[in-house]
């Protein structure tokens, strides 16, 4: 299946420092999300983004939709213990009634206190 | 608000049983709902789209008659895996977009899938 690609796959932080992942496609996307996923749950929505150059934040969370609509970045700040997780992007595709979610290959998170 | 439950959250099975997951909208009603699978260390690979009272749109790859998904009313989708095999054992996630959630889907907690 189509995937996006997302970078780095794993990051090992000390507590406290910032943290940036991205995530890049062929396609154009009309919207980006993000996701934090850990172990056996199901992925939790972090920052939504709908148009080309929107930056957006949620707490330590900031997220940008890239103006060619191909990429995406998310940087988080200060990390904590609890950041640790699996980070997902997602970029929608098609109209209404046809909508299809791809996500990106993961950025694995983990937090040294 | 936007809570989406699976039900069951882990199943083991024989191999040759048909299992049935249920995926509900607890407070919204989802216009479209989608199931996904995902490997151990691997991202959400996306099986199948469903809108209520339609077929469902499958992914290039996925059989069709293999997973079969109903999506009955605007709170409940399920998904049957028929004839499970040991290659069928992963996480099953499903997630659901409402009327009014513009373009953002709500995922369930996933059910796990063991086929001895």
């Known amino acids: 299946g189509q995937q996006l690609n997302q970078s780095p796959q794993s990051m090992f932080i000390q507590e406290g420092e910032d943290v940036s992942m991205n995530c890049t496609s062929s396609s154009i996307f009309n919207t980006w999300l993000w996701y934090k996923q850990d172990p056996g749950e199901g992925p939790v929505l972090l920052i939504a983004?709908?148009?080309?150059?929107e930056l957006t934040s949620n707490g330590r969370l900031t997220a940008q939709f890239g103006i060619t609509r191909k990429d995406s970045f998310l940087n988080i700040s200060a990390s904590i213990p609890s950041d640790v997780g699996i980070y997902f992007c997602?970029?929608?595709?098609?109209?209404?009634?046809?909508?299809?979610?791809?996500f990106g290959t993961g950025t694995r998170l983990k937090v040294l206190a | 608000g936007a809570v989406v439950s699976q039900h069951p959250s882990w199943v083991i099975c024989k191999s040759g049983t048909s299992v049935k997951i249920e995926c509900r909208s607890l407070?919204?009603?989802?216009?479209?709902m989608f199931w996904y699978r995902q490997f151990p260390k691997q991202s959400l690979m996306l099986m199948a789209t469903s809108n209520e009272g339609s077929k469902a749109t499958y992914e290039q790859g996925v059989e069709k008659d293999k997973f079969l998904i109903n999506h009955a009313s605007l709170t409940l989708s399920t998904l049957t895996v028929t004839s499970a095999h040991p290659e069928d054992s992963s996480f099953y996630i499903c997630?659901?977009?409402?009327?009014?959630?513009?373009?953002?889907?709500?995922f369930g907690p996933g059910t796990r899938l063991t086929v001895l």
């Open positions: 997602a970029g929608q595709l098609g109209t209404s009634g046809t909508y299809k979610y791809i």
């Open positions: 997630s659901a977009k409402g009327l009014h959630s513009y373009n953002e889907q709500f």
């Open positions: 983004l709908y148009k080309a150059g």
């Open positions: 407070d919204f009603q989802a216009t479209t």
